[in-house]
């Protein structure tokens, strides 16, 4: 069983930085997909930034240029370094990890991002 453990969240002053980390344990780390998604109040889960196949990465466009998303295969850690944070970038965090073969998707249990001054 996959389990995702998210920290690095908190209140920063627009312009500012944070950086998400993400800890996974129970299963192949360095085979899976990993992301971080987002979901603000009264709106929906999105895609903030994933790894793919190979090391393929995808961003949403309004992140690109201020965010980056890398992993650590010998920690089976993955991170999310946000810049420029915008009030707009508030939001609960989520980690997520999605087995190759199965398809199957696990999640932690977020983290949350307040950027306001």
């Known amino acids: 069983q996959v389990q995702l453990v998210e920290s690095g969240g908190g209140l920063v002053q627009p312009g500012g930085s944070l950086r998400l980390s993400c800890a996974a344990s129970g299963g192949t780390f360095s085979s899976y997909f990993m992301g971080w998604y987002r979901q603000a109040p009264e709106k929906e889960r999105e895609l903030v930034a994933s790894?793919?196949?190979?090391?393929?990465?995808t961003y949403a466009d309004s992140v690109k240029g201020r965010f980056t998303i890398s992993r650590d295969n010998a920690k089976n850690t993955v991170y999310l370094q946000m810049d420029s944070l915008k009030p707009e970038d508030t939001a609960v965090y989520y980690c997520?990890?999605?087995?190759?073969?199965?398809?199957?998707?696990?999640w932690g249990q977020g983290t949350q991002v307040t950027v306001s001054s």
């Open positions: 790894f793919s196949s190979a090391p393929s990465t």
């Open positions: 997520n990890a999605k087995n190759p073969w199965t398809m199957r998707n696990y």
